[in-house]
């Protein structure tokens, strides 16, 4: 038992003040009688006591004083030496995932862990990391709770046992909750459950894409690696938006090597997702199997062109050339009509940039003024990373009428560039799921009709103008290199973790609670 | 034990005014009683010439006419015997308590007690052969005093004497070894009475004539009406603390009249009376004549 502020036990010197407060008063006048029996006589007549101080009642009284004292004092028990920090280091890669009887080495840990946390004293500080993937920490009460910690996934990043060791201190107590893959050696101190994970597994390392939209050809290559016993069947299913619902390719087992499994498929033309996944039996982490295409719907690719009177016959040609190879037609650009993609070539187009799939040449849009003619632009160039322009040559582009004030706000793609100064050529106007591409020239003013790369530039520029709508994605990663193999793993003999310190407790409450206890015998008390 | 230094100092007895007060009380003509059995020895002692003159005493009938002193009657025309060593038969016997308790009151019943004492000693040493004063506890328990020369002796002797608790049988025991008692005067506050009684039988088993003085402060029968008080007993040093109201202060004034009639009755019961003495009725300081006549009074019967 300790003191928080001793000083304030200077105030028992009180007690003797207590004492001669707690005495009945003295009389102030002495008389001396021969008559001392008569008085006594008398005062039983009058059943008449002498007032006279209680001895109980004064101890009564002190103990209640000592209480208050003690109480202000701050008496505490002593503490117990112990840790009064716990480090949490819960392994959550992609092989705790790993399950045994339909239950994850993740889920068991997390359930002992909760199981244990449960006990811990409430004075202890809890710090929980999370190790693999991401790296979340929780703090006291989120951590007791193991909130939002997820699922496991990613590799494992750090030694566990370096890890233990650094954090090892005489206030800190680490626990350590893995399956042991992937790591060299396990921590020597502090408690330590291992969940045995070991197993077969195979994985889709990589999955590589030829997308041939707005054409229905899906060219898909999926990279695996077994990692198993040998002759096990493994094969690679797909099924889902595909012509034929499902296809299996069952491969060939190499152990612990990259299998590339072709595949050749044509997609459904409403879209979907298409599922592809490695089956092997007897396969104890089944995340990494399976790979998910989200698909987008096949465009209808209905071109309409509107055509200055002297635009001549290079947009009608080009609307011609895109229909053919995207698999599509030219229809008539009417009022109201629904096409896939607009072809203006000068004149007034009644369009907002970035609002419809339109590439415009030389088009003067809703609104603006008319245009300054620009002769024979010069230092024409071209952003050689855009999407549009990636690896085409249009070096013998020759403009020889552009018009200044016909493009709107956009990511330049072609410009011309005279003392220093970029003038923009043409521009993508990106939308809402929508773009259009503006050229500030009509075909007829240049040579871009009969360069090499216009009919990839227009085909890029059909494709562009769809923007997400066109493009397909991939759901799942790619596994961590570490987390493929399972069969081998360090595995130990669980063990506890030591007593945690009690830290000091007050007894305050409890003398304030005898010192009233005294006082209110003292009530009752003649 | 009684605290000593939680008592009152011992007042002056005897002031000036009683000083001057006495010799005219001494003079005063009343005869002054002995005991029968001394008388007798005196007449036969009157026969023996033998003896040390030591002093003149008035004349009482039935002193030996041969002892007046007939220059002296010349002189003065008073009648005043002779007193030789051996002649002091015609004595009294004044027994006195010095206990704490006669330290109560105010004035002190200590004060009233010594003039009783003087009084009655010097009544003896004018009329009849002389006095014994028995103090038991003081320095010197048997003072015998001779003669009117020695007046002054026996007040300073009574004055001299100290504070101090003895048993009534002390008295008793010492009286009773006398050869001669004569009148026992025994002054006291006889308090508590049951101490007194066995001492009173023995003396008048004994024959001895008892005459109890009890000088009488406003305590024995006006005790306090109110207030928080302390009281004290000063021999046993006991003390109560008391707040004092009027059903307290009547129930007292029935113990203290319970007291006085028990007293009475014990004196009652062996044939001597107890005479109670308001000597606080005025100032001490202004003793008047008449307070102290009935002493004389009661000496004479």
């Known amino acids: 038992m300790s003191l928080q502020d001793p000083e304030y036990l200077w105030a028992l010197v009180l007690l003797p003040l207590l004492w001669w407060l707690s005495r009945p008063p003295a009389p102030r006048r002495r008389l001396l009688t021969a008559h001392f029996p008569q008085w006594q006589s008398a005062m039983r007549a009058q059943r008449r006591r002498a007032p006279r101080g209680s001895f109980l009642r004064f101890v009564l009284l002190a103990i209640a004083m000592v209480g208050a004292v003690f109480a202000a004092a701050g008496v505490q028990t002593a503490p117990t030496p112990g840790p009064d920090r716990l480090v949490v280091l819960l392994d959550a890669s992609r092989s705790m995932a790993a399950q045994r009887d339909g239950v994850s080495a993740f889920a068991r840990a997390r359930a002992a862990l909760l199981a244990r946390l449960a006990a811990v004293p409430a004075h202890v500080e809890v710090v929980l990391l999370r190790c693999g993937g991401d790296l979340r920490r929780r703090y006291g009460e989120s951590a007791r709770q193991l909130t939002d910690l997820g699922e496991p996934g990613g590799a494992l990043a750090v030694d566990l046992a370096e890890l233990a060791e650094s954090l090892r201190d005489a206030r800190t107590q680490v626990w350590v909750y893995t399956d042991g893959q992937g790591q060299v050696r396990l921590p020597k101190y502090g408690a330590l459950d291992v969940y045995d994970a070991r197993g077969d597994n195979v994985s889709i390392v990589d999955v590589r894409l030829e997308d041939g939209w707005p054409l229905p050809e899906l060219q898909i290559a999926v990279d695996l690696v077994v990692h198993a016993a040998a002759d096990a069947d493994v094969a690679v299913v797909v099924r889902g938006a595909i012509e034929g619902e499902q296809e299996r390719r069952v491969v060939t087992w190499r152990d612990s090597q990259v299998i590339t499994v072709n595949l050749g498929l044509r997609r459904a033309a409403i879209g979907g997702d298409v599922e592809l996944r490695a089956v092997l039996a007897d396969d104890v982490l089944c995340g990494d199997d399976v790979r998910v295409l989200r698909l987008p719907p096949l465009p209808a690719p209905r071109i309409a062109v509107l055509a200055d009177s002297d635009a001549g016959p290079f947009a009608p040609v080009a609307a011609e050339a895109l229909a053919d190879e995207v698999k599509g037609h030219v229809v008539p650009a009417t009022a109201g009509g629904e096409v896939g993609l607009l072809i203006v070539d000068g004149g007034v187009a009644e369009l907002e940039p970035g609002s419809a799939r339109a590439i415009t040449f030389g088009a003067r849009l809703a609104g603006q003024l008319d245009p300054e003619p620009w002769l024979a632009p010069a230092g024409i160039d071209w952003d050689r990373e855009h999407v549009l322009t990636r690896g085409l040559d249009l070096s013998e582009l020759q403009v020889d009428r552009a018009w200044r004030g016909v493009l709107p706000d956009g990511q330049p793609i072609l410009w011309s560039e005279e003392g220093g100064l970029r003038a923009p050529l043409a521009v993508l106007s990106q939308g809402d799921g929508v773009a259009s591409i503006h050229f500030a020239f009509r075909l007829q003013d240049s040579n871009l009709p009969l360069l090499a790369a216009f009919p990839q530039l227009l085909r890029r520029g059909f494709v562009r103008s769809y923007d997400a709508a066109a493009s397909l994605t991939i759901e799942g990663a790619a596994p961590p290199a570490g987390e493929l193999d399972l069969r081998y793993a360090q595995l130990a003999t669980s063990r506890p973790g030591s007593a945690f310190g009690q830290p000091t407790r007050s007894l305050a409450r409890w003398f304030v609670a005898a010192g009233l206890l005294a006082l209110g015998f003292r009530a009752f008390m003649r | ?301």
């Open chain 2, 1 to 301: 034990m009684a605290r000593r230094d939680l008592l009152p100092k011992p007042e002056e007895p005897f002031s000036d005014a009683f000083c001057s007060l006495l010799p005219s009380l001494l003079a005063t003509r009343q005869r002054i009683d002995a005991g029968v059995a001394e008388r007798l020895r005196a007449r036969q002692a009157v026969l023996s010439q033998s003896g040390t003159f030591v002093g003149h005493r008035r004349y009482e009938r039935g002193d030996d006419l041969r002892h007046l002193d007939w220059s002296a009657y010349a002189r003065t025309g008073e009648l005043f015997t002779k007193q030789l060593e051996e002649d002091d038969r015609r004595a009294v016997t004044v027994a006195l308590d010095l206990s704490a308790s006669m330290l109560v009151g105010s004035p002190q019943r200590r004060v009233g007690a010594l003039r009783l004492a003087a009084v009655i000693g010097g009544l003896a040493l004018a009329r009849l052969d002389g006095v014994t004063v028995v103090t038991p506890g003081a320095t010197c328990p048997v003072a015998r005093f001779v003669g009117v020369a020695q007046l002054p002796a026996l007040l300073e002797h009574l004055r001299s004497l100290p504070v101090v608790d003895v048993e009534p049988a002390a008295v008793t025991a010492l009286v009773l070894s006398f050869d001669t008692v004569g009148r026992l005067h025994w002054v006291s506050d006889f308090a508590p009475p049951q101490d007194f009684e066995r001492p009173l039988r023995a003396l008048r088993r004994r024959g001895a004539k008892v005459t109890g003085w009890l000088p009488t402060v406003s305590d024995d029968d006006a005790p306090p009406s109110g207030g928080y008080l302390r009281v004290v007993d000063p021999e046993t040093d006991r003390e109560v603390s008391v707040p004092v109201d009027r059903a307290l202060h009547d129930e007292l004034r029935r113990q203290l009249a319970l007291l006085e009639r028990q007293q009475r009755q014990m004196f009652s019961e062996v044939g001597a009376p107890l005479l109670r003495w308001a000597f606080a009725a005025r100032p001490v300081d202004a003793p008047e004549l008449a307070d102290h006549l009935p002493i004389v009074a009661a000496c004479a019967r």
